[in-house]
């Protein structure tokens, strides 16, 4: 159990982050990714679009929208 949660989760070379989610290989962000993760603690994935917050000790997906992009951005 890394970081106390139940969700298994890793990082990879490149600094992504990954969880096991409903026994599926499910990214969860780079410098999204809490750190150190806590209990309530939510983030948006600006690749994916995935809403994940943590629940009862549990990495969830909470839904799913566009990431708005800052005019600065473009």
């Not at 890394?2 to 490149?14: D, E, P, V, Y």
């Not at 600006?46 to 969830?60: H, M, P, S």
Request: hydrophobic fraction near 40%.
């Amino acid at each position: 159990m890394a970081f106390n949660l139940k969700t298994r989760i890793w990082q990879t070379g490149s600094l992504d982050w990954w969880a096991m989610l409903d026994n599926e290989d499910v990214y969860i962000g780079c410098r999204e990714f809490p750190l150190p993760p806590e209990e309530g603690d939510e983030w948006h994935v600006k690749k994916t679009g995935d809403l994940f917050k943590i629940v009862d000790g549990e990495v969830r997906k909470v839904g799913n929208r566009p990431f708005p992009i800052e005019p600065w951005m473009e």
